[in-house]
T-cell receptor, first 116, second 116 residues
Framework: GAGVSQSPRYKVAKRGQDVALRCDPI?????LFWYQQALGQGPEFLTY????????KSGLPSDRFFAERPEGSVSTLKIQRTQQEDSAVYLC??????????????FGQGTRLTVV | GQQLNQSPQSMFIQEGEDVSMNCTSS?????WLWYKQDPGEGPVLLIA?????ELTSNGRLTAQFGITRKDSFLNISASIPSDVGIYFC????????????????FGQGTILTVHP
């Protein structure tokens, strides 16, 4: 597709349930990012992939959060045993891996996760 | 946590007025980017700045990379109703490197309302 695609757009999970959020980056984009955006806040970095390699996962809030990108394209963010504080919009972004352009990330529409 | 301070937090203006907002940091940044986010959507890149003192325009939008490398400004001229949204600054700290190269830090956003 022309842009970054995320699914589902909305997810309601019961506390303790596991969830999986999918991201299809722009074709040919080497870099892929996950951000978490709480209500009324700016996005906060979670993790960064370059192809299939997860180069930075310093923003993942706990070991319940896990991300993968096994073939260097589609990525999945998994949250185990969801808690209410996990409720947020999860944004995926991708960019070209070229000097400077790597920072010009294109964002998807996000997945709004609500944990009840 | 967030390292960027955006101001003002919100603005209410009349259509046709010019708008100015800024972003400051306590540390030096290598790159500044400005994004706009509409409700229910992901952020959309407006302008990217890579050099201290750089002034870049995109239509009615003009942004500048402060010469101290600790701030950036975004101006919108002759505002129109579709300018409504949340504007985020984002940047990469100068100490980012290696596996953290692509990681962006976002401000908390400026909410812009334009009255017709």
């Amino acid at each position: 597709g022309a842009g970054v695609s995320q699914s589902p757009r909305y997810k309601v999970a019961k506390r303790g349930q596991d969830v999986a959020l999918r991201c299809d980056p722009i074709s040919g984009h080497v870099s892929l990012f996950w951000y978490q955006q709480a209500l009324g806040q700016g996005p906060e970095f979670l993790t960064y992939f370059q192809n299939e390699a997860q180069l930075d996962k310093s923003g993942l809030p706990s070991d319940r959060f896990f991300a993968e990108r096994p073939e260097g394209s589609v990525s999945t963010l998994k949250i185990q045993r969801t808690q209410q504080e996990d409720s947020a919009v999860y944004l995926c972004a991708s960019s070209l891996f070229r000097w400077r352009k790597d920072l010009e990330a294109f964002f998807g529409q996000g997945t709004r996760l609500t944990v009840v | 946590g967030q390292q960027l301070n955006q101001s003002p937090q919100s603005m209410f203006i009349q259509e046709g007025e010019d708008v100015s907002m800024n972003c400051t940091s306590s540390s030096i940044f290598n790159t500044w980017l400005w994004y706009k986010q509409d409700p229910g959507e992901g952020p959309v890149l407006l302008i990217a700045l890579y050099k201290a003192g750089e002034l870049t325009s995109n239509g009615r939008l003009t942004a500048q990379f402060g010469i101290t490398r600790k701030d950036s400004f975004l101006n919108i001229s002759a505002s129109i109703p579709s300018d409504v949204g949340i504007y985020f600054c984002a940047g990469q700290p100068s100490n980012a490197g290696g596996t953290s190269y692509g990681k962006l830090t976002f401000g908390q956003g400026t909410i812009l309302t334009v009255h017709p």
